[in-house]
């Protein structure tokens, strides 16, 4: 029955969008799969989520809109806040109210609270715990930062207060307090008392399955092409203590960096050099490693494009849960756009070479207020020779915001002078189509001459006329 | 008699923006003669956005007002594309080539975008710059630059 209405819920809700979100995927790294459907409305934007999170049908919605100057939002939240890396949240699902001035913040909540869950396609609450809370920030005009929150749930209370400063030289932030029930602190102080000198050290408390502190110290120096960097990291458990240092220094000629870092922890050390090549979109890197006597390779790199971002890196990362201590990580990353559709898929592979992943697609639709056309077609492309042109009206003056479409694929617009161009890869003609429907420029536009097809190294011409006038 | 429908523009720069919408990034790069560069226009609205660049040379008075004019001959550019058409919520990269022939040389690249109109029928178009200072090093080119056209302050 929950099942249908969720359906009901989801298909009820395209009808009356201006513009529609459609996001679905699956990730192993977070445990669960799923959809949601984000509906903008003229005057509000109701979301609808539903799928499995660790096994279990889990569901979620909400509606935001404004009421009286206030941001209002009925359904599922997540009710918190954050500063410079210190924060807290609580997944709530009641009703939830807020007021933002130049600088206020205050914000309410009523309802219930639970285990939430939320990934880049589905966001979801759980109801387990009547809960009420209360959140203020305030900006100071000296640059005093202050929040504070209050939150009772299920009989678990919540009263902390945080405290930042930024000037420019120095800044600290922390945050202390009770959460549900637990003692808590997080704080962070960082100086840099020159351009390329500067110095961080953090203590953050976390509830995980058990609770966890973690400290760190660290330097890092820039001077001209070379920089240098230095860290102490701790982290304490129920049982263990996990400590780690590293060090290492850089160098970079031109568009090439290479990089060497000494890294410690639990009395096994670990050498890593890397060079790394950058050439516009794209990235190579080499790596080789030293550990336990044995030296391996490996290689990574990169091409970052408008349609298409794929990267593999190998990084070493501090894990301070269980002794771990620094480990080396594998990550891949594709990211793919077709027209208004984004595709992305992450994964990361642990020193145990298991491979957790997160993948999901996500695209805009305009619904039935929607109001406006929006045809697909294809992006630029790029090559070796320029197709040219200038857009004028029955006046002869430039039309700017023409769209033209060459050869039934790619799309470009006229400038300010009424000149387009676009590159392409073969010296050879191709058809122009004017698409009137798109233009950028306002009115209502006909083709009264137009060069039918294009050239390297003619320059087309093509003449408008406004539609409605005389 | 047809009734004559009036539109203008409105161009809004970058500092003075109330649309807080669309951004382009980074808004300033400092390179030697010859530079090999990007900048990336997001459209964060819900709709699709069509974006046109346009290279423009300037010079600046000494209280940092800026007056643009076609490029200079000395400025060699060469763009990837001139214009693009952004998806809802995404981002486009522009590339270019800049090899200036005399510096210092500055360009900048704006970055053209009808973002709605207003409930009077007014169309707003917005202008957010992409500026290139090209010296014969790297280093402080902004700053001599500025310190050239007489401005004290930062």
Not at chain 1, 48 to 59: C, E, Y
Not at chain 1, 429 to 444: C, K, Q, S, T
């Given at each position: 029955m929950c099942r249908l209405l969720i359906c009901l819920l989801l298909l009820s809700v395209p009808a009356s969008a201006q513009v529609l979100q459609l996001s679905a995927g699956r990730s192993t790294l977070l445990g669960g799969s799923g959809g949601e459907i984000t509906a903008y409305l003229p005057v509000s934007t109701?979301?609808?989520?539903?799928?499995?999170?660790?096994?279990?049908?889990?569901?979620?919605?909400s509606d935001t809109f404004k009421f009286h100057g206030l941001d209002v939002t009925a359904g599922d939240k997540n009710f918190g806040y954050s500063f410079d890396g210190a924060g807290l949240g609580v997944s709530t699902r009641g009703l939830f109210v807020q007021r933002n001035s130049e600088h206020t913040s205050i914000a309410g909540f009523v309802g219930s609270t639970g285990i939430g869950y939320g990934a880049p396609f589905m966001n979801t609450a759980t109801a387990q715990h009547v809960g009420v809370g209360f959140f203020l920030q305030h900006h100071f005009e000296n640059g005093l930062l202050f929040s504070s929150l209050a939150a009772v749930d299920g009989g678990r209370r919540t009263a902390v207060q945080g405290l930042a400063y930024q000037s420019h030289v120095f800044g600290v932030s922390g945050s202390g307090g009770l959460l549900q029930n637990q003692k808590y602190f997080s704080g962070e102080v960082d100086y840099q008392p020159l351009r390329s000198l500067s110095f961080s050290a953090t203590h953050n408390d976390y509830f995980l399955s058990d609770h966890l502190t973690a400290k760190s110290l660290s330097a890092f120096s820039a001077f001209g092409r070379v920089t240098l960097q230095a860290s102490v990291l701790e982290g304490q458990d129920k049982t263990l203590k996990t400590t780690g240092a590293s060090a290492g220094a850089g160098l970079r000629i031109g568009s090439t960096t290479v990089r060497s870092n000494f890294y410690e922890s639990n009395h096994h050390t670990m050498l890593v050099h890397t060079v790394q090549e950058r050439f516009r979109r794209w990235t190579v890197t080499g790596i080789i490693n030293q550990m336990h006597g044995q030296t391996t390779y490996a290689f990574g790199g990169g091409y970052h494009g408008n349609k298409l971002s794929v990267s593999v890196d190998h990084s070493v990362l501090f894990f301070p849960l269980g002794g771990m201590g620094f480990q080396q990580t594998t990550s891949v990353q594709v990211s793919l756009r077709i027209h208004d559709t984004v595709v992305n898929f992450g994964s990361t592979v642990d020193p145990s070479m298991h491979m957790k992943y997160t993948t999901y697609a996500s695209t805009y639709a305009p619904g039935a207020l929607a109001g406006l056309v929006t045809e697909k077609h294809s992006y630029s492309t790029h090559g070796k020779f320029v197709i040219t042109g200038t857009v004028v009206d029955e006046h002869g003056q430039p039309v700017e915001g023409a769209a033209i479409q060459l050869a039934g694929g790619a799309v470009v617009y006229s400038d300010s002078q009424g000149k387009f161009f676009a590159r392409v890869k073969h010296n050879r003609?191709?058809?122009?189509?004017?698409?009137?429907?798109?233009?950028?420029?306002?009115?209502?536009w006909a083709v009264t001459s137009c060069t039918v097809n294009g050239q390297p190294g003619i320059d087309a011409v093509i003449r408008l006329k406004r539609k409605g006038t005389q | 008699m047809k009734k004559l429908l009036v539109l203008a523009f409105l161009e809004l720069w970058f500092f003075g923006l109330s649309v807080a919408a669309q951004t382009v990034s980074p808004v300033i790069v400092e390179c030697g003669k010859k530079c090999n560069g990007a900048f990336s226009v997001t459209n964060n609205g819900l709709t699709p956005l069509a974006v046109t660049v346009e290279a423009r040379s300037f010079s600046m008075d000494t209280q940092g007002h800026a007056t643009y004019r076609t490029l200079d001959e000395a400025a060699d550019l060469?763009?990837?594309?001139g214009s693009a058409r952004i998806a809802p919520k995404g981002t486009h990269t522009f590339s270019y080539q800049l090899k200036c022939s005399a510096v210092p040389c500055s360009v900048t690249l704006l970055s053209s975008m009808v973002v709605g109109h207003t409930a009077d029928g007014i169309w707003v178009r917005v202008q957010l710059p992409h500026t290139v200072y090209a010296c014969e090093k790297q280093k402080d080119c902004r700053k001599s630059v500025r310190a050239a056209a007489g401005i004290t302050f930062n």
């Open positions: 109701i979301t609808a989520s539903a799928g499995f999170a660790d096994g279990h049908f889990v569901f979620g919605g003609a191709i058809v122009l189509n004017v698409l009137v429907n798109e233009f950028a420029a306002p009115g209502h | 060469k763009l990837d594309e």
